[in-house]
């Protein structure tokens, strides 16, 4: 799979290896005569994007289902796979394989498909099964995304070419699995969305001082397009997709009100940073692609390049502009800047990274790569507690837990009680070093090691009282913005007892005399 340009690389989300199966599909699987049965690895990625304010990140990323398909060179189907309910988040995913006993060494092509329940053609649906060939996978198309998003997710799908060498597997004797042998490597997939993502985001020159609204916005009609497929495509198959018949409306949050104003002077990089202007979108919108596009954004290109219209009134003057974008890609999200003056002006910015050209702002759905808490080794994930202990070199009373972030390089976080102050409760951070496990000091950056968080009760009369423990992060697109990390949340569900928010852990403060007395 190519790799996406763009400042923040290639990154995974959440570290987050897809379930293991524990048996095998329940099909009649006994090999044929010149066949073999193995049975493959899988590792699953995710990548998603979390920009401005009220960005669903948690939804976009989630995953509802989840197939998998292998076919030989021949275009021969040799094994699929399909979960939905219980996705398990902690170890590679097995599937089967029926596939030739010689050559020893045979490519196989592995298509993956997640969501595929937010996919919709009303009208004409179509459906994924176990008997779905290869030539249908590549041309699936849709006409919509089901709404909402945190009851389907947004489609996702990978795509890997892979050399398995039959020879390097190991023979399996269990009960169940006898005669089948298990490949000693692995095929790992990064899930992708074929969408792309819009932000619209908007400001007034400072000393303005009439009331700024955006009262519309709208995707012109001839920028937009009937269907959208799963896989990738090459250009000319996609200029045969014709638009909608209608233009696509936007909803804007509520009011419409624009509240940042920026000066004449500012910086690029001030001009170009979303967390400086008000965002307009209530909810996000995912454009389908499309090779259509211009190379700035008031100069109008192809006829059938998606066209942004803004609606908004200074005071009592109405004015409307129109913003030109790029050709939209799959899987990349575009934050469209916009700076308004009252005499009807607009400078615009594409704004999400390094801008090379001056205009495009183009990132794909990146988000730091990260595990869920843990407890330490011997205790458990029952809700975390507390309680006071007046000796400050003693970790008796105190809530200790490992966290690791790996990625992107120099991503800096930051843990953090929600409802309380470093009166009530301090907190502290380690890391295992030369000298052994050593307290650190913020910015706390991404790492391969794990860092240990320490929380200890400062006041006895705390005690019954509740904390939420939740890690910070600023992402590098929208550093204006502090978001929570869902450190509470694997296998599709909470795992820390007392919480039902994946973003947050509960600590409860005890009364010292309940555990010692």
Not at 179 to 204: D, S
Not at 270 to 279: D, F, V
Request: net charge negative; charged share 25%; with cysteine.
């Amino acid at each position: 799979m190519d790799s996406i340009k763009q400042i923040l690389g290639r990154i995974f989300i959440l570290g987050c290896l897809v379930g293991s199966l524990t048996g095998c599909n329940e099909e009649d699987r006994t090999p044929l005569s010149g066949e073999r049965m193995v049975q493959v690895q899988l590792d699953v990625h995710t990548r998603a994007v979390d920009a401005s304010t009220g960005t669903p990140t948690a939804e976009e990323s989630d995953l509802h289902s989840l197939r998998i398909y292998a076919f030989d060179n021949s275009g021969q189907q040799v094994g699929n796979l399909n979960l939905t309910d219980g996705l398990d988040t902690s170890n590679p995913l097995l599937m089967d394989l029926k596939i030739k006993a010689e050559p020893t060494e045979q490519s196989l092509r592995f298509y993956a498909v997640a969501n595929e329940g937010a996919m919709s053609t009303p009208g004409n649906e179509k459906t994924l099964d176990a008997n779905t060939s290869e030539t249908e996978l590549k041309n699936f198309t849709f006409t919509k995304l089901k709404t909402p998003t945190s009851d389907n997710g947004l489609p996702m799908f990978a795509t890997d070419e892979v050399t398995i060498n039959t020879g390097n597997t190991s023979l399996r004797t269990e009960s169940g699995h006898e005669g089948h042998y298990t490949l000693n490597e692995k095929v790992n997939f990064e899930l992708e969305r074929p969408v792309g993502k819009l932000g619209v985001f908007a400001a007034k020159v400072e000393g303005e001082t009439e009331t700024l609204t955006v009262t519309g916005a709208k995707i012109l009609k001839e920028g937009t397009r009937m269907r959208n497929y799963l896989f990738p495509q090459t250009d000319e198959v996609l200029k045969q997709i014709v638009s909608k018949e209608a233009e696509i409306n936007l909803a804007l949050v509520t009011g419409g009100n624009v509240n940042k104003a920026l000066s004449e002077n500012i910086s690029d990089e001030e001009r170009k940073n979303p967390g400086n202007y008000t965002p307009l979108l209530e909810v996000p919108f995912y454009p389908f692609e499309t090779p259509w596009g211009s190379t700035s954004w008031d100069t109008p290109g192809d006829e059938r390049g998606a066209v942004l219209q803004i609606d908004y009134q200074f005071g009592d003057k109405t004015n409307t502009g129109l913003v030109y974008l790029p050709r939209i890609e799959r899987n990349h999200y575009y934050a469209i800047c916009c700076l308004m003056r009252n005499s009807g002006k607009i400078t615009v910015e594409y704004v999400v990274a390094d801008w090379n050209d001056g205009g495009n702002y183009e990132l794909d759905f990146a988000y730091p790569t990260y595990f869920p808490i843990e407890p330490m080794e011997g205790a458990d994930y029952s809700q975390p507690t507390v309680y006071y202990n007046p000796d400050p070199d003693s970790d008796e009373g105190t809530f200790k837990a490992r966290f690791r972030l790996t990625a992107p390089e120099g991503q800096e976080w930051q843990p953090t009680l929600l409802n309380a102050t470093p009166a009530d409760y301090e907190i502290t951070v380690y890391q295992s070093g030369e000298q052994g496990m050593q307290k650190v000091e913020p910015p706390y950056v991404a790492s391969s090691s794990d860092y240990v968080i320490k929380i200890r009760a400062l006041k006895s009369e705390n005690v019954d009282r509740k904390v939420e423990l939740g890690i910070g992060y600023i992402p590098r697109w929208d550093p204006g913005d502090m978001s929570l990390l869902q450190i509470n949340w694997a296998s599709g569900k909470t795992i820390w007892g007392g919480s039902n928010d994946p973003e947050k852990i509960v600590i409860s403060q005890i009364n010292p005399t309940t555990v010692n007395p």
